[in-house]
């Protein structure tokens, strides 16, 4: 089983929807979760970290479910610019790396 | 804002050679990391780095890798002989705190392996 799963998508939505999409973590001891976006050819850069109450900044927000071990993102009223690859990321406790999902594509069309 | 250096942006090699990428990690983070991307995938973590040794690696950094903090700012990846599947984007990240805490990423080197 993957560490963490992503739906690939692609989300193609129109400018000004709601898009919502989930991961999956497999290891119970994951204790640190953030979302990461990518875009094509570039570097993962730091959208938020999630916390166990759940967080919002500004048009994202992020939830935490740990019964089910999955997190979850949304993003308000979206932009073209919001058009990127989401990677869902988890560290476990004592570890000494972060775990990668694979990404989730949203494409904004105007 | 601080931000993770890394050079060359672009590196093309022959096979069987030895290459070097270099990173310069924000300034007051303690822990230091390469990851790979390769094309088309996932985020793959190599190595951690803290206190001058090396604190976890995956089971990608074999033999073939090393990672060196030559003095107070460089933090380097050498691959020793170069393969084909070698070919990726290799990008070194650093965070104040330990690794599972959030990182920062470089812009990356392409590495092509001809």
């Known amino acids: 089983r993957k560490e963490v799963e992503q739906d690939p998508g692609p989300f193609n939505v129109p400018e000004g929807a709601t898009v919502a999409f989930n991961c999956t973590y497999s290891?119970?001891?994951?204790?640190?979760f953030f979302w990461y976006r990518q875009d094509c050819r570039k570097e993962p850069k730091l959208l938020m970290s999630?916390?166990?109450s759940g967080n919002e900044d500004g048009r994202f927000t992020a939830q935490l479910n740990r019964a089910s071990q999955y997190i979850s993102l949304l993003i308000r009223d979206s932009k073209l610019s919001d058009s990127a690859t989401y990677l869902c990321v988890v560290g476990v406790r004592n570890d000494y790396k972060l775990s990668f999902g694979a990404g989730t594509t949203v494409t904004v069309r105007a | 804002e601080p931000e993770v250096t890394q050079t060359p942006s672009h590196q093309v090699t022959q096979m069987g050679q030895e290459v070097i990428l270099r990173c310069v990690p924000i300034?007051?983070?303690?822990?230091f990391y390469w990851y790979r991307q390769i094309l088309g995938q996932k985020v793959e973590f190599l190595v951690s780095f803290y206190n001058n040794e090396i604190s976890e690696k995956s089971e990608i950094f074999d033999d073939q890798f090393s990672v060196e903090r030559p003095d107070g700012s460089n933090f380097t990846l050498k691959i020793r002989s170069t393969k084909l599947e070698d070919s990726a984007m290799y990008f070194c990240?650093?965070?104040?705190?330990?690794?599972?805490?959030?990182?920062?990423f470089g812009q990356g080197t392409r590495l092509t392996v001809v």
């Open positions: 300034s007051n983070h303690l822990y």
């Open positions: 290891n119970s001891a994951s204790q640190s």
């Open positions: 999630v916390y166990s």
């Open positions: 990240a650093s965070s104040e705190w330990q690794g599972d805490t959030e990182a920062f």
